[in-house]
């Protein structure tokens, strides 16, 4: 059973601050991980997409990706109240195909 | 550039008619996917698709519940004798052929059945 954990929240996080957003995943072998926004009423939006372990940045989010201890997150820095949100883990796994499996998501706050 | 069109963005039904979601992928885009959000619940996978052709309907409900990618025209979503458990959001999500893992949401529609 492949399944996408997530802290549903919410956090709460003053402005400029750094919030962080984590993930866990079930099963090994995954392959793609992304991390989408998404604001209330709205479509899922992709911020980033990691594969392989370590660190990956752009702008002032970072993704972080540890395929031993199976969790991925997200960094978002210098925390803006246009980052308030919705944000969604997904995992692809090898051998499901094209198929996302996503978090329930964690609901962010960024107070002014 | 269009991105993914959903329409129609909102519908509503009576249990018991029927519900026609379509998509239109991105301009380049010949994969898509449909994607079902339920209240205060995560994304749930139904059914990937290409020109013709379904990949893969593992999440597709067994009865009720169809899709389809002709070769000309958008994909179609249907949902048959619809029930109150319908209600959701369904968004569909495209990606170009050589990189499934690029995909890209639309607006989504949101379905309230009465």
């Known amino acids: 059973q492949k399944e996408v954990e997530q802290n549903s929240g919410p956090l709460s996080v003053p402005e400029g601050a750094i919030a962080s957003l984590n993930c866990t995943y079930s099963?090994?072998?995954?392959?793609?991980f992304f991390w989408y926004r998404q604001y209330s009423g709205k479509s899922p939006e992709l911020i980033m997409s990691i594969y392989s372990n370590g660190d990956k940045e752009d702008g002032r989010f970072t993704a972080q990706l540890n395929k031993a201890s199976q969790y991925v997150s997200l960094l978002i820095r210098d925390s803006q109240p246009s980052d308030s949100a919705t944000y969604l883990c997904?995992?692809?796994?090898?051998?499901?195909?094209?198929?996302?499996?996503f978090g329930t998501g964690t609901s962010l706050t960024v107070i002014p | 550039n269009a991105g993914v069109m959903q329409n129609p963005r909102h519908l509503v039904r009576r249990r018991g008619q029927e519900a026609r979601l379509r998509c239109s992928p991105m301009?380049?885009?010949?994969?898509v996917y449909w994607y079902r959000q339920l209240p205060e619940e995560g994304l749930k996978f139904m059914v990937y698709?290409?020109?013709?052709?379904?990949?893969?309907e593992s999440g597709m409900p067994k009865e009720r519940f169809s899709a389809e990618f002709p070769k000309e025209g958008p994909s179609i979503l249907r949902i048959q004798q619809v029930v109150r458990g319908d209600s959701a959001a369904y968004f569909c999500?495209?990606?170009?052929?050589?990189?499934?893992?690029?995909?890209?949401f639309g607006p989504g529609t949101r379905l309230t059945v009465l």
């Open positions: 099963d090994r072998g995954s392959q793609s």
């Open positions: 698709l290409q020109k013709e052709n379904i990949i893969d």
């Open positions: 301009k380049g885009h010949s994969h």
């Open positions: 999500a495209s990606s170009p052929p050589d990189d499934y893992n690029e995909q890209f």
């Open positions: 997904a995992v692809n796994w090898l051998n499901t195909g094209n198929q996302f499996y």
